[in-house]
């Protein structure tokens, strides 16, 4: 039986021991403001319908940590565009872990735009910039070395919202599930069509989550 996370009178959830564990080497000496961050997704997030209530007791390990080790695939100095950001996942916990990433978060929704703000503000991410717009409003202005998405669609779909944000060379990088293979499947036209090469499923944090996450890798051909 895993050790399972506290959550304290506040209803902030503390780390399990595992996960205290993941997120010290994870997040070094910036694990202080990997607190204040899962503590405003408790609060402010939830309050606001970022995230239900259901998940609170899983912020750690389901969600910042899982999104926090996507950094371990880029190289130091990079631009990182995401889209969809939602509640700041990847985005903001990639911000976290990696300091000399910049990183633009880019978010149609007016409340969540504003939501993020704080956090970045709060938070003091200096290499965060937060845009409000669909993605396909910031291509030619925005672009990636490594373009992200969590939970906002199926390939088929997003492989139009991301390739075209990262720069040639580049790489999409999207996290998914169970379902990861048959999405690869039906989209592999439309990301051909679009100039990305061969997609490939990547694990990362095998040695530091219990469920390591799983990531949708396209690189992007030079155009």
């Given at each position: ?18 996960e205290?564990a ?18 405003h ?32 695939l880029?190289?130091?100095d ?9 509640a700041g996942?990847?985005?903001?916990a990639?911000?976290?872990?990696r300091?000399?990433?910049e ?10 735009v504003?939501?993020l703000?704080?956090v ?7 290499n ?22 969590r939970?906002?669609?199926a ?36 990301i ?6 061969t ?13 390591p996450?799983t ?7 030079i155009?």
């Amino acid at each position: 039986m895993t050790d399972s996370p506290d959550q304290e009178p506040g209803g902030i959830p503390e780390p399990s021991r595992h996960e205290l564990a993941a997120a010290e080497s994870i997040f070094g000496g910036r694990i202080e403001t990997a607190r204040s961050f899962v503590a405003h997704l408790a609060s402010s997030g939830m309050e606001r319908g970022l995230l239900g209530p259901r998940e609170v007791p899983r912020l750690w390990g389901r969600h910042v940590l899982n999104c926090a080790v996507v950094a371990d695939l880029m190289t130091a100095d990079t631009t990182v565009v995401d889209v969809g950001s939602g509640a700041g996942l990847p985005g903001v916990a990639i911000a976290i872990a990696r300091p000399d990433l910049e990183l633009h978060l880019v978010e149609p929704l007016e409340r969540r735009v504003i939501w993020l703000n704080e956090v970045v503000r709060d938070l003091g991410l200096e290499n965060v910039t937060v845009h409000r717009a669909r993605a396909e409003q910031v291509v030619g202005a925005v672009a990636g070395d490594y373009v992200t998405a969590r939970a906002v669609s199926a390939l088929t779909t997003l492989a139009g919202w991301t390739i075209p944000l990262a720069r040639p060379g580049g790489e999409v990088l999207a996290i998914k599930g169970r379902g990861a293979s048959e999405e690869i499947e039906k989209a592999k036209k439309v990301i051909r069509k679009l100039g990305g090469g061969t997609p490939e499923i990547v694990t990362i944090g095998d040695s530091l989550l219990e469920e390591p996450t799983t990531v949708v890798r396209i690189p992007v051909r030079i155009r």
